[in-house]
């Protein structure tokens, strides 16, 4: 059974491919992602990686977590799920709702006052 692995306080230089080197020792990496800013593509600092088999995620676990890695203390753990979380802090979601576009009458329109 695969395992993913959560990476943190990555160097910003570290892509994907480096990520994959660096846990290759351990046993066969299904995947690996840097995580990156989606405006400026630039890496977040922190990455996940998937291995083949629980042994082989425990033993990078051990060997990898509070190392030191181009100058930064790697944080390895296992990864968990991401919690379910509503859209906005009221939770619920704004949606669109329908346009209210071209109905309201220019102002100066002649219409009387409402008082």
Known sequence: MSVK???????????????????RPFGPVLS???ITD?????????GFVELASAEAAE????????????GRTLIVNEARPRPERPSNQFGYDRG?????????PP?????????
Do not use: C, K, M
């Open 5 to 23: 692995l959560y990476v943190g306080n990555l160097p910003y230089s570290v892509t994907s491919e480096d990520l994959e080197d660096l846990f």
């Open 32 to 34: 690996s992602h840097v």
């Open 59 to 70: 033993a990078a676990i051990n060997q990898l977590n509070q190392r030191e890695y181009e």
């Open 38 to 46: 989606r405006i400026t593509g630039r890496s977040r600092g922190f």
């Open 96 to 104: 669109g709702g329908p346009s209210r576009g071209g109905r309201r």
């Open 107 to 115: 102002r100066g329109s002649g219409r009387s006052p409402r008082w």
